[in-house]
């Protein structure tokens, strides 16, 4: 048992499955000498090698296309996009060709692939380097989507979506890379399309994804103290949705809020609130609430990037005032 | 095997590298028959509606297809573009399945889910065939460095046309590869015009591809796009040095499409006179003028083109008796479990 960080579970969970399995291979931008610009890859060019880790020019679609081609005759490459909101230069890999090509050749080809890509905002870093892009990797059929909230989740996430054999959009939070916990030695290995529950409650199901995860787990705690007792369930993965965890935890409340940093439209929240409306409608006992960033470019300035991403505050008030009107 | 690297071949006809054997030159005749037939069989059942949505014909340009086809080897990788039927078909894949695919059945090569733009048979090499311009460029990149990770010594050939060369994915594959050193062939058919408009008006050099070659230190190439034995041969050269580990290579190979974009185009916009040259520049009659030069018979060459006639009209009957697809096909295939499954 070890104290690992956030950004050294990347490279323990890649780690874990270089040494298993020749066929990984990882490439990226500045992720083999120098570790990464977030050093979540720390360590990994020393143990593999420069032709298993190896550097890329500022060639995002090279990057991708590189990774699908290596996918589709037989490796499992993992591929860096340095930050979430560089995907719309390499979109086009992503969603026409990464996401179709299985679908449109009948099942004769497989991409066993991993897209990891520093994602979120709360670093101040202004509008092209924060934003949360969580909803737009959801809503291609074909690609499936991984969220961690913490080290341990991180690890065994990141070697569940190298085993996995389709497409995973590995979306590390860049606000959680300095967190740390206890994480077991040897091999770990976790399931894809598993939601956690993180605390039990009788009164609210509080649903988040990565860096609201421990927002939710603070805000629960507040609210505890204010009389209000709420289930926290960390979503984990988007696509495969882990909707039955969901549906039991908010089914036993009657009310689901969802804390979502992604833009508001179209976030993953409104997917979750409309299958919640239409399987247990009669099991709730309000409204159902969304919690997110509001419909806006992230601003740079400390202040006001802190009023746009859901606050420890402003879950607290949000849940505290419908839980009593 | 000439490797100058400063050696510039401009619409010349390459005769250096291996030679072919005129029984070899015979099925290459009849490779390229097979294409003008079945693509001209296409349009025809596109007039007759059995072929819905679009097609792109690579009628006039198949001596690129044939010529690197039989450069290539069992176990190379062909991508392709959304004009594919010809590269597809190239390879050995039979026609009933292409014709059946463009055609919307479920004896198609993909059971009529991928449909005349991207023909696809992986047990062929055949690795697809993209309809984003430039996008299978990295795609490409990516198969020729698993080639080079696993010590196969295959080849990765990606032919795209002369519009692809402005477009960002190009510039980053052609970098990426030559850094890499990766065992990949692009090839530019450049057949002068994009969709509705002349390359030259919209590329700021003039030969589209081979004058972006000594961006990333390659050797600026260009090739008679309508001769199969020249295209034979600079794809041979082309092919042995990416598998030497030599990395890659550009070719222009400048060609013509007799027919217009694609099916909704009559290509209208390009001069008579133009037209005319290339009519009579076609490739399929060059061809059979120079293998009866070269000791072959009429009666062969007729023999050639009566047993691909026949074969299309067969393929064409299968194609035709082929099912619609069965509606379970609609939710397979999202995923590598084969299924569409995205929720509990």
């Keep these: ?325 | 095997m000439a490797k100058d690297k400063k050696e510039k071949k401009k619409d010349s006809t390459v005769t250096d590298g291996p030679t072919l054997t005129l029984e070899e030159k015979l099925d290459m005749y009849r490779v390229q028959v097979e294409l003008r037939q079945f693509e001209k069989r296409a349009y025809d059942l596109f007039l007759e509606n059995f072929v819905k949505g679009t097609s792109h014909l690579s009628i006039g340009q198949e001596a690129i297809a044939a010529g690197f086809a039989a450069a290539m080897r069992k176990d190379d990788w062909t991508f392709a573009t959304y004009r594919g039927h010809a590269h597809t078909l190239a390879r050995g894949v039979p026609m009933t399945p292409v014709l059946a695919e463009l055609m919307g059945r479920e004896n198609g090569l993909m059971a009529g889910k991928g449909g005349s733009m991207h023909l696809t048979s992986v047990e062929h090499g055949v690795m697809g065939s993209y309809a984003i311009i430039g996008a299978h460029l990295p795609i490409a990149c990516g198969a020729a460095w698993s080639a080079q990770y696993r010590g196969t010594e295959q080849v990765a050939v990606c032919f795209f046309g002369d519009g692809t060369v402005n477009i960002g994915a190009f510039h980053e594959a052609l970098n990426f590869a030559a850094i890499w050193k990766l065992p990949v062939v692009f090839v530019c058919e450049n057949n002068l015009w994009m969709e509705y408009t002349r390359t030259s008006e919209v590329t700021a050099v003039e030969n589209p591809a081979a004058d972006r070659a000594s961006a990333y230190g390659l050797e600026s190439i260009i090739v008679d796009g309508n001769d199969a034995d020249a295209v034979y041969s600079v794809a041979s050269r082309a092919i042995a040095r990416a598998r030497a580990g030599e990395g890659p290579s550009l070719i222009e190979a400048t060609t013509y499409r007799h027919f217009g974009h694609s099916r909704a185009d009559p290509g209208k916009y390009r001069p008579d006179a133009e037209v005319a040259e290339w009519l009579a520049k076609d490739p399929i009659p060059r061809y059979h003028q120079r293998l009866i030069k070269e000791g072959a018979t009429e009666q062969q060459l007729v023999a050639i083109e009566k047993a691909v006639s026949v074969a299309v009209d067969l393929a064409t009957e299968e194609a035709k008796a082929g099912k619609a697809p069965s509606p379970e096909l609609l939710m397979k295939d999202v995923w590598a479990d084969g299924g569409a499954q995205w929720r509990n």
Excluded at chain 1, 48 to 56: A, E, I, K, L, S
Excluded at chain 1, 271 to 283: H, N, P, R
Aim: proline letters at 5%; aromatic letters at 6%; glycine letters at 8%.
């Design chain 1, 1 to 325: 048992m070890a104290q690992l960080t956030f950004r050294e579970a990347i490279a323990r969970g890649i780690a874990q499955e270089m040494r298993r399995d020749e066929k990984v291979v990882f490439l990226g931008e500045d992720i083999a000498a120098a570790g990464g610009v977030f050093k979540g890859t720390v360590g990994l060019y020393e143990e593999f090698g420069g032709v298993r880790v190896r550097d890329t020019p500022i060639s995002e679609q090279a990057i991708l296309g590189a990774a699908m081609g290596a996918a589709m005759t037989g490796l499992r490459p993992i591929a860096e996009i340095m930050f979430a909101d560089f995907f719309a230069v390499c979109w086009d890999l992503v969603v026409n060709e990464i996401a179709k090509s299985r679908y449109m050749t009948n099942g004769q080809m497989t991409f066993p692939l991993v897209i990891r890509s520093g994602n979120g905002g709360g670093l101040r870093f202004g509008a092209q380097h924060s934003q949360s892009v969580e909803n737009w990797a959801m809503m291609i059929p074909g690609l499936k989507v991984v969220v961690p909230s913490n080290a341990l989740d991180v690890v065994g996430l990141m070697a569940a979506s190298i085993r996995d054999n389709d497409p995973v959009i590995f979306l590390e939070e860049k606000a959680l890379y300095a967190s740390k916990m206890e994480v077991p030695d040897g091999e770990i290995l976790d399931t894809l399309g598993t939601a956690k529950v993180l605390r039990q409650g009788t009164d609210a199901t509080l649903v988040a994804l990565g860096n609201m995860v421990p927002r939710a787990l603070e805000a629960a705690e507040e609210l505890a103290s204010r009389g209000i007792s709420c289930t926290v369930v960390d979503v984990r993965s988007l696509v495969p949705l882990d909707t039955q965890t969901i549906l039991r935890e908010v089914s036993a409340t009657g009310r689901l809020f969802t804390i979502e940093e992604n833009p508001r439209l179209c976030g993953w929240g409104g997917e979750l609130a409309s299958i919640v409306a239409d399987e247990i409608f009669y099991d709730l006992d309000g409204p159902l609430v969304r919690i997110t960033t509001p419909h806006i470019p992230l601003p740079a300035a400390d202040v006001l990037e802190d009023m746009a991403i859901p606050s420890v505050e402003r879950i607290v008030e949000t849940v505290f005032r419908s839980m009593n009107s």
